[in-house]
């Protein structure tokens, strides 16, 4: 499967290697020159054990790579959108201007029937509200799909909780979820 991940931070490289590592083509778009040269050079911009040699892997492989422009990604059957949603300034919401960027910058370039899945963590209602968008904006219309897979990855545990994800802990924290 073709796929774009869009932001190429922790969550976004981590995933990126993560699906190349899977059999999936994938190109990983960033805004930041620094960033996609480093990855394309097989440096991750972070540290995360097993990171760099999948990172390495999927590029020797011809599974993974890295650029600045989403129009490389129009023919992907699945976009992940895995940009910043940090805390807003008066802290009662998150900064979505990088997620609103990404969408509005990736939604006409949309011209087949796919699916844009979100991984940043957002507010109630934001989904249901980029989804409206995606569908009047892009060419490919209602043929769109969209899901929302918000992330909580652990720092030092990211690639071994993609790979081998423990749905146990993931219903642990549902309930505790529930019960609050």
Same mark, same amino acid.
Do not use: K
């Given at each position: 499967?073709?796929?774009?991940?869009?932001?190429?931070?922790?969550?976004?490289?981590?995933?990126?290697? =993560?699906?190349?590592?899977?059999?999936?083509?994938?190109?990983?778009?960033?805004?930041?020159?620094?960033?996609?040269?480093?990855?394309?050079?097989?440096?991750?911009? *972070?540290?995360?054990?097993?990171?760099?040699? #999948?990172?390495?892997?999927?590029?020797?492989?011809?599974? #993974?790579?890295?650029?600045?422009?989403? +129009?490389?990604?129009?023919?992907?059957?699945?976009? *992940?959108? =895995?940009?910043?949603?940090?805390? +807003?300034?008066?802290?009662?919401?998150?900064?979505?201007?990088?997620?609103?960027? +990404?969408?509005?910058?990736?939604?006409?370039?949309?011209?087949?029937?796919?699916?844009?899945?979100?991984?940043?963590?957002?507010?109630?209602?934001?989904?249901?509200?980029?989804?409206?968008?995606?569908?009047?904006?892009?060419?490919?219309?209602?043929?769109?799909?969209?899901?929302?897979?918000?992330?909580?990855?652990?720092?030092?545990?990211?690639?071994?909780?993609?790979?081998?994800?423990?749905?146990?802990?993931?219903?642990?924290?549902? +309930? #505790?979820?529930?019960?609050?």
């Amino acid at each position: 499967m073709d796929v774009s991940v869009v932001g190429t931070g922790y969550l976004g490289a981590t995933h990126a290697v =993560c699906l190349a590592s899977w059999g999936h083509m994938v190109v990983g778009v960033d805004v930041d020159p620094e960033r996609v040269a480093g990855l394309a050079a097989g440096e991750p911009p *972070f540290r995360e054990p097993g990171i760099r040699r #999948l990172l390495r892997e999927g590029l020797a492989s011809g599974r #993974l790579s890295f650029c600045g422009e989403l +129009a490389a990604v129009a023919d992907a059957e699945v976009h *992940f959108l =895995c940009v910043g949603t940090p805390q +807003a300034r008066d802290g009662n919401a998150a900064d979505l201007r990088a997620l609103h960027e +990404a969408v509005d910058t990736l939604a006409p370039r949309l011209r087949r029937p796919s699916v844009v899945v979100g991984r940043s963590t957002v507010p109630v209602g934001t989904a249901a509200r980029l989804g409206g968008l995606l569908r009047r904006s892009a060419p490919a219309g209602e043929s769109l799909g969209l899901a929302w897979n918000p992330e909580f990855l652990r720092e030092g545990h990211a690639i071994a909780d993609s790979l081998h994800p423990d749905r146990a802990a993931g219903w642990r924290m549902l +309930a #505790l979820g529930r019960s609050s």
